[in-house]
């Protein structure tokens, strides 16, 4: 199988690994993007194909399907921010998000969801975004399904899957089917750790290569630190060489000038730049409302092996809770399930010792199913703050309110309910305290009277959303409908950080959308300004 990457590299593309640098330099581009994820690669193949000279920055290396060898091991510390253990300032949520080239489309599980109509609709009511409308964004939406073959997943659900629609069916709790951007997939299940046959249809595969293609630079282990500007418009990038250890800096330096800067380095990237950059923020909007979907863990044991390492790992999911009652009301929750591999499991069960070995000699037999709270539109739901910490690291607060605390319990009650009717003989919600249950009855009881607090109920993420919202005006936001900033004329934000809540569902199909519109008309601006 030919590795698209190794061979684009032969051939000649562009890449600087800013670890082998020997001296600090200056360099100049029509546009500098900042982070390769979901944003930034649909961001250089757009701005690219228009003629653009395109540097695109990312902190992470590039691997490639040579490099993935389905082991936690080698994945966690090369292909993900703080090796998969980055967490709120608290300790109490941990996230996972990539750090590599690609980003998180490089190492995510391939959900693809729409833009839920009704999150648009509270937008335009309570952020003037009256222009992204269901009905506009269809055709971006169209466009990138088909860009990187987001399509129903024909293959049947593996066991861990099967096992929700089972439970689900059976109490009449509505379910579907997700839809997955892949392409001759294999169905070995190991998504999570980089697509070792290439049919992930992520940044990496897709659109990076079809902008290096077009002559574009890719930066790798090169730290963007702070823009620098003068008066209203950004004038250079200062980025600082990585080691080859990805972490510590070399003490080179480069400086990236262009007529526009972009950034994508995420949610809770692309705030920390701004905020370490000292651009003009007089609302003191930026890095707050940063939301998660803060996701909550069911873990049963069924009589039969669920082998949830196998087979792709999420193509059954249900919205059920997230329908009931108005959007602004109770917390609401999307149920899924995760991949089950021994590192991940083992790091978020509870308990130590020999309640912790059990469990993990019970590993075949588990299923899981994760509850993702929808945050950002209840008005005692505000989420979280990026800000920075030691050595202008971005570190993120965010408190878990009652409002939380209460669809929690909710959303724990339901998966214990629908594991038991899929036949699961002990079932335990993640949680210090809990030693299981082995009846629906019992569960239903102790899961009630369960003390929720941070630190008590495992809490994880894999989706960071908010901190440079989108608004009609500079008082309710960062940047407007087209990821402009409200106050630098050179300045766009293109990636997740733009949503002024969270969505409900997983968002990097919403990120290629709106994206794909935004740089678009970028790209049709720097071609005015260039033509006259």
Request: charged share 20%; proline share 6%.
């Amino acid at each position: 199988m030919k590795d698209r990457i190794r061979a684009g590299l032969a051939a000649g593309w562009k890449h600087v690994d800013a670890s082998l640098l020997t001296a600090s330099a200056t360099h100049e581009f029509d546009v500098v993007i900042v982070g390769s994820g979901a944003g930034g690669g649909v961001t250089a193949d757009i701005l690219s194909a228009a003629g653009l000279r395109v540097a695109l920055v990312e902190e992470g290396p590039l691997r490639s399907s040579t490099d993935f060898h389905m082991r936690e091991a080698e994945a966690y510390p090369s292909l993900y921010q703080e090796s998969a253990a980055r967490k709120t300032a608290d300790k109490a949520i941990n996230i996972m998000q990539g750090r590599c080239v690609g980003g998180s489309t490089t190492v995510n599980w391939t959900s693809s969801f729409r833009t839920p109509p009704a999150v648009l609709d509270f937008w335009a009511r309570q952020y003037g975004l009256s222009p992204l409308t269901g009905e506009a964004l269809t055709p971006w939406f169209a466009a990138m399904e088909f860009k990187l073959s987001v399509r129903p997943w024909e293959t049947s659900p593996n066991a861990n899957n099967q096992t929700l629609a089972r439970g689900a069916g059976k109490l009449g709790v509505d379910f579907g089917l997700i839809r997955r951007n892949v392409k001759g997939c294999w169905n070995l299940g190991y998504c999570g750790m980089g697509c070792p046959t290439d049919a992930k249809q992520s940044m990496l595969l897709t659109t990076i290569p079809a902008a290096l293609d077009r002559g574009a630079t890719l930066y790798s282990r090169l730290r963007a630190e702070r823009l620098l500007f003068r008066g209203e418009r950004v004038i250079a990038l200062d980025a600082a060489a990585l080691g080859a250890d990805g972490i510590r800096p070399s003490g080179r330096r480069l400086s990236l000038r262009a007529r526009h800067f972009v950034l994508a380095g995420g949610a809770i990237g692309s705030p920390a730049l701004l905020l370490a950059s000292g651009v003009p923020d007089p609302y003191r909007l930026l890095g707050k409302r940063t939301f998660l979907h803060p996701t909550v863990v069911s873990s049963g044991l069924m009589p039969e092996p669920v082998n949830g390492f196998a087979g792709a790992p999420q193509s059954v999911y249900s919205d059920h809770f997230l329908q009931q009652g108005p959007i602004d009301g109770p917390l609401g929750f999307k149920l899924e399930t995760p991949p089950l591999h021994p590192v991940l499991f083992s790091t978020t069960l509870q308990g130590f010792g020999e309640s912790h070995a059990q469990l993990m000699r019970d590993f075949t037999n588990a299923h899981a199913l994760i509850a993702l709270l929808r945050d950002g539109f209840h008005p005692e739901s505000r989420g979280g703050q990026v800000r920075l910490g030691d050595h202008n690291l971005p570190v993120l607060d965010y408190l878990l309110g009652e409002v939380f605390w209460e669809g929690a319990r909710r959303a724990l009650l339901a998966m214990a309910e629908i594991q038991f009717a899929a036949g699961a003989r002990w079932v335990t919600p993640v949680h210090e305290m809990s030693a299981g249950y082995t009846s629906w009855a019992a569960a239903k009881k102790g899961i009630t009277e369960l003390p929720l607090k941070p630190l008590l109920c495992r809490i994880v993420s894999a989706h960071v959303m908010g901190g440079c919202g989108m608004a009609d005006a500079p008082v309710r936001g960062t940047v407007d409908h087209r990821g402009r900033h409200f106050w630098l004329s050179n300045l766009s934000v293109h990636d997740g950080s733009v949503f002024p809540t969270s969505l409900g569902v997983n968002p990097q199909l919403s990120i290629y959308a709106l994206v794909a519109r935004n740089a678009s008309l970028l790209a049709a601006d720097l071609g005015r300004v260039a033509a006259g």
